[in-house]
C-alpha cells in the first residue's frame, strides 16, 4: 500500500506536475511546480491553450514555504492533498501574459484563475524512478480574462524526486494521455518540440533550465496528452 506520506513535499528537492485538457483538446493546460529546499526557493510555470487563441503562461520564482502555497507580487496559488492518490485541489489567483509566441517574454497582461479538482484513481498509479505518476479526470473552472471556462476532462499529475530530475535533464519524457497514442515531436539541445499534431506548446525559463511542454492530440480524436522537454543549465 502507498505511504499518504509520499505526497508531501520532500527536504531534498522535488517536482510537482498536473496536466488538463478537455475531452476534444480544444483546451488544456498544465503546471509545475519545483522545490529547491536547500536554495530555499520554489519555482513555478503555467499555461492555458486554447484552439484559436494565443497561450497564456507564467514561470515566476517564490520563497519556499512547508506546504505548497505559493504567495508573491499579483499572484497566489495553492495544492492541496484532500485524500492521499485519490483526490487533489488546485488555486490560482494571479497575472499571465497572452503569448503570440510561446518563446516570447512579452505579452497582453490578463488575470488567470484555477479553481480545479483532480480525481485520481490509487490503483493507476505508476512508479517512475523515485516518483510517481496517474492519470487523472479533471475538473472546475479556469478564468482567463473576463472569460470563464467549465473543465471536465482528463489530465496527469506526477511527482518525481531529486534522481528523477537529473535523469531528465537534457532529456525529453513523453506521456500517453488517459486514452492517447505517441505523440509526433522532433528534439534538438534536448527540448522537445511539437509535431504536426501539437494544439499548443509553451516555455518556461527558470534560473534552472528550460522547460517546453507541448499538447498534443490524435488526429482522429481518440485521444489526447502532454510531451515534455527540460534543458537544464548551470545556476
Known sequence: MSDP??????????????????????????????????????????????????????????????????RGNGLWADHNVEDPFVHWSIGLEAFALALDDPDDDRGERVPLG?????????????????????PARVHGEVLLGTDAYDLDGFGWRAHLGLASLAATANGVRTRHGLHGGVPRYTVADGVARPGDDAFGSAVADTPGGRLRKALYREPDGSGAGFTEGWQARPY
Do not use: M
Not at 493546460?29 to 530555499?40: E, M, Q, S, T, V
Not at 484555477?114 to 496517474?134: M, N
Open 114 to 134: 484555477y479553481d480545479l479538482d483532480v480525481e485520481l484513481d490509487p490503483v493507476t498509479r505508476r512508479e517512475l524512478g523515485d516518483g510517481y505518476e496517474q
Open 5 to 70: 506520506a509520499e505526497e508531501r513535499p520532500r527536504a531534498e528537492p522535488d517536482l510537482f506536475t498536473f496536466e488538463f485538457w478537455s475531452p476534444l483538446a480544444t483546451f488544456g493546460g498544465h503546471i509545475a511546480l519545483w522545490r529547491w529546499p536547500r536554495l530555499g526557493v520554489a519555482w513555478y510555470a503555467t499555461a492555458v491553450f486554447r484552439q484559436g487563441e494565443r497561450v497564456v503562461a507564467l514561470a515566476d520564482e517564490f520563497p519556499l514555504k512547508r506546504t505548497l502555497e505559493l
